[in-house]
């Protein structure tokens, strides 16, 4: 409630909306909240950067680090109270809708229809682009977020072919921990055990009991045996990393896998893009696999920018500025090689890129054949804030308290649940 009245009286006082489907170059200033802050993701707001500065409009980065975005919306919500919030906010999924609630972002409807964004973005991502009939975000790029890094010489000197199945998976953990090598590099953070659950929910390759779960939160589901065995699945998970684990931010688990610390690491395709950077090439120096068992699966999740209702003429302009050239063709091909992700324009041409993000397309294309193109729980595209927030602070536990039973956690999760 504070919050809204918070919003209330910002709006109260801004004059102005986004509604010129047409920007004003060179003029202008924009503050920009973000968390693309290394390796490829880095590299590619940079290009954006680029783009935006060449138009004459001045950047003001405000990036926050960590947490998958954590610190940065602790930084936006708190800049909102006090009525200063910034030009441009990266968010993700359901965020973009819950803002758009508080009445607070600009229109972006006229520059959509001008430049005909619906019929160059994926489908799945419109609800998060229009809410109530207005356009309120630009998609920036869509992730596969069920992919397994492998480090390549680790694999091939003990044998080990990339697993396919749960099974296969328990196999090979089991060779590298023989061989005294962490079978997975994980950070510890409650985002990371959550986008791990992600991979664990299609590892058992069947699109209905996913959307149960990470749609509706079906009790029945909940509480009966594919569900207990998932829990199972994430313990046995827990139990294969190492003792400083917690606390680990992404890019380290993902170094300890370059470094030849360990074998393998569950992330989503950024975590491509923060090899590349280091000069690491897949086929070559790692190796690519969707998380076992989940075969034509694919869990999705996108990064959009919304613009909140600022004053100024120049500065409206700019906002517009930034959202057309984050919908660039040219910017897209660019920022897909260089981050990793997927271009959020279905005519981008793919001829350079490597043999992950092709198959991660192709993935797709299966997966949406049979209703296994789902979006993601863990980065809240599936279910809203509060409900993502239940499961990330219960699983997180789960992960880091390991004399925690399986039927203890469910007990946790459902009441956690029927809280909200």
């Known amino acids: 409630m504070k919050l809204k009245r918070k919003c209330a009286a910002f709006l109260a006082v801004s004059a102005v909306a986004l509604s010129s489907a047409t920007p004003v170059l060179a003029q202008g200033k924009l503050d920009i909240i973000h968390w693309w802050t290394s390796g490829g993701e880095l590299a590619g707001i940079e290009v954006l950067r680029e783009n935006i500065e060449a138009q004459g409009i001045e950047w003001i980065d405000a990036a926050s680090a960590g947490g998958a975005g954590t610190n940065a919306r602790t930084l936006f919500r708190t800049r909102v109270q006090a009525g200063d919030p910034p030009a441009v906010m990266q968010a993700l999924g359901t965020e973009v809708n819950e803002w758009a609630e508080t009445g607070i972002l600009g229109d972006l409807t006229a520059l959509a229809d001008e430049e005909g964004w ?17 356009t309120v975000a630009v998609p920036a790029v ?87 065995e998932a829990m199972e699945r994430l313990r046995w998970y827990s139990q294969q990393l190492d003792e400083a684990s917690p606390g680990r931010e992404w890019t380290q688990a993902q170094a300890m ?38 075969n034509d699966m694919f869990v999705w999740l996108a990064d959009f920018f919304f613009f909140p209702r600022i004053e100024g003429e120049a500065d409206n302009a700019a906002q517009q500025a930034f959202a057309s050239a984050v919908m660039e063709k040219q910017f897209q091909h660019d920022f897909s090689l ?26 797709a294309e299966r997966a949406n054949e049979r209703g296994g193109l789902v979006a993601s729980l863990g980065f809240a595209h599936s279910a809203r804030s509060d409900v993502q927030g239940v499961f990330r602070d219960t699983l997180s536990e789960f992960v880091n308290t390991p004399d925690m039973s399986v039927d203890e956690g469910i007990e946790i999760l459902i009441d956690g649940l029927d809280s909200l």
């Open 142 to 228: 869509w992730s596969q977020i069920n992919w397994v890094w492998g480090n390549k010489a680790i694999f091939e000197e003990h044998g080990v072919a990339p697993p396919q199945t749960w099974d296969e998976l328990v196999a090979a953990a089991k060779v590298f921990k023989d061989a005294g090598i962490t079978p997975i590099a994980h950070g510890g953070q409650p985002w990371q055990d959550t986008a791990i659950f992600d991979g664990i929910l299609v590892s058992f390759d069947d699109p209905e009991f996913y959307k149960k779960v990470a749609f509706e939160q079906d009790r029945e589901t909940l509480e009966g045996p594919m569900f207990r």
């Open 118 to 134: 619906y019929d160059l973005v994926p489908e799945p991502l419109h609800p998060f682009m229009n809410v109530d009939g207005s």
């Open 257 to 294: 896998v370059l470094n030849g610390e360990a074998a393998m690491s569950w992330m989503g395709d950024w975590a491509k893009g923060w090899r590349v950077a280091q000069g690491q090439k897949a086929g070559e120096d790692f190796i690519c696999f969707p998380t076992p068992g989940s």
């Open 338 to 363: 260089i981050k990793n992700g997927l271009p959020v324009r279905t005519d981008v041409d793919n001829a350079e890129w490597d043999d992950c993000t092709r198959d991660s397309i192709a993935r």
